[in-house]
C-alpha cells in the first residue's frame, strides 16, 4: 500500500478516504506492535489508534514534508507511544527491548508481508495440475539445473523446458495478482 495516499486524503480533507485508510492501515501497525514488541492486542491497538490521530494531526499541521516516508513515521510513531505507555505502566520490557534490536524494525514488516505473500503463493501452488507442479517444485528445487537436464527428468524437449517455465510462471502471476487483490 502506498502510504502517501493517507498524506493527500488528509490534506484534501477527503473523510471518507482517510477513514478507508484508516481501516486499513490498523491492522499493519497492530501487527507491527505485535510482531516487534510483543504487545498485547489492546495495548497494540491503542498505541496504533493513538499513532495514526498524532500523524493526521501533523499532517494537518503541515509538519510532514515528506509523504514517501510516512510508513516509516507510522511505525516510529507507534513504537515510541508503546515504550511510553510500557515506561508509564512500569512494565519490565528489556527481554523486548533486546528482541527489537535484534530484528529492525522496518525490516520486521517486511517479514510479515512476506509470510502473506508466501501463504497466496502456496495457495496458488496448490491449483497447479500435479505434473506442472512437479515440474515447478523441480525447477525450485534446483535452480542452477541446465535445460537438457530438466528435458531428460520430465521427458520432454529442452526447446519445451522454457516454454513451460514461462507459461506456469505466468499462470502463477496472475493467480497471485488475483489473489492478493481480494
Avoid at 535484534?102 to 512476506?114: F, W
Amino acid at each position: 500500500m502506498d502510504y502517501s495516499e493517507l498524506y493527500f486524503a488528509v490534506s484534501n480533507n477527503d473523510e471518507r478516504r482517510i477513514n478507508q485508510l484508516v481501516d486499513t492501515i490498523m491492522p499493519v501497525l497492530v501487527s507491527y506492535l505485535r510482531a516487534t514488541m510483543q504487545a498485547e492486542l489492546a495495548d497494540a491497538k491503542d498505541c496504533a489508534q493513538v499513532a495514526l490521530i498524532r500523524t493526521i494531526k501533523k499532517i494537518k499541521e503541515n509538519k510532514i514534508h515528506k509523504p514517501g516516508r510516512l510508513y516509516y513515521y507510522l511505525l516510529s510513531a507507534c513504537r515510541n507511544h508503546y515504550l511510553r505507555m510500557s515506561d508509564e505502566q512500569i512494565i519490565e520490557f528489556s527481554d523486548k527491548i533486546e528482541t527489537y534490536y535484534a530484528i529492525e524494525p522496518p525490516r520486521q514488516m517486511d517479514m510479515i508481508i512476506d509470510s502473506e505473500r508466501i501463504d497466496i503463493l502456496e495457495d496458488c501452488l496448490k491449483q497447479l495440475t500435479d505434473e506442472h507442479r512437479n515440474f515447478i517444485n523441480y525447477c525450485l528445487r534446483f535452480p542452477d539445473a541446465e535445460a537438457k537436464d530438466i528435458a531428460d527428468e520430465f521427458d520432454i524437449t529442452p526447446n519445451n523446458v522454457w516454454t513451460r517455465k514461462h507459461r506456469i510462471i505466468k499462470m502463477l502471476h496472475n493467480c497471485y495478482m488475483k489473489k492478493s487483490n481480494q
